[in-house]
């Protein structure tokens, strides 16, 4: 009887020694469990704010690309702007240093006519010359070519150029008495100055 009891009483000591060692065991696997979840929940946290960080730099650089095509493209525009722009006001300069050269040429035209209406020899020379002459003012003015008003009209030093001052009544001071050689412009472009006598008198 005493022997079942001294095992019995060993078995409880037993027992008793190996119940707190498991439950500590118990209690340290939930701890490390615990701490484990926490491991990866701050993780996870970490991963989801470094991927929204990384998008809202992606926006900002689309946005800087988007910005950047937008000025270059308004740069492009005015460069072709501006290169259309000087590339017809160099055909406008070719074309009137041409019509200047031609000038002369409408002159002798012109002076070739005065003479033919003194001659008693007029006839079909002078027509001839009055339809060449107006061929020749026909193609100029669909070319942009204008003649300068200047006889009767006031003096205007921008498009005539005064060659002599003549006491006269028989127009308004200060306006052209008579052309001695026509002006012409080629669009707005002063091609030459009309070369006008200009009348002079006190009654104006």
Request: charged share 30%; aromatic share 4%; proline share 3%.
């Amino acid at each position: 009887m005493a022997k079942r009891n001294g095992k019995s009483e060993a078995a409880n000591l037993d027992l008793e020694h190996e119940l707190p060692a498991a439950a500590e065991s118990g209690a340290e696997t939930g701890a490390s469990a615990g701490r484990g979840s926490a491991g990866r929940s701050s993780a996870d946290s970490a991963a989801g704010a470094g991927a929204v960080s990384e998008v809202e730099q992606l926006k900002a650089e689309r946005d800087a690309l988007l910005d950047r095509v937008a000025r270059l493209q308004a740069e492009f525009d005015n460069a072709r702007k501006r290169a259309v722009r000087e590339q017809q006001e160099f055909r406008e300069f070719a074309a009137a240093e041409v019509i200047k050269v031609l000038l002369p040429a409408l002159d002798s035209f012109e002076r070739a006519l005065k003479a033919s209406q003194n001659a008693a020899e007029a006839g079909e020379f002078r027509n001839g010359i009055e339809l060449i002459y107006r061929q020749f003012q026909d193609a100029l003015q669909k070319a942009g070519v204008q003649a300068i008003a200047s006889v009767g009209q006031p003096f205007d030093p921008r498009v005539h150029e005064a060659i002599e001052m003549v006491d006269t009544t028989d127009v308004p001071d200060h306006h052209v008495l008579d052309e001695l050689q026509r002006g012409y412009k080629f669009k707005d472009r002063l091609l030459r100055p009309a070369m006008v006598r200009v009348a002079r008198n006190s009654s104006g």
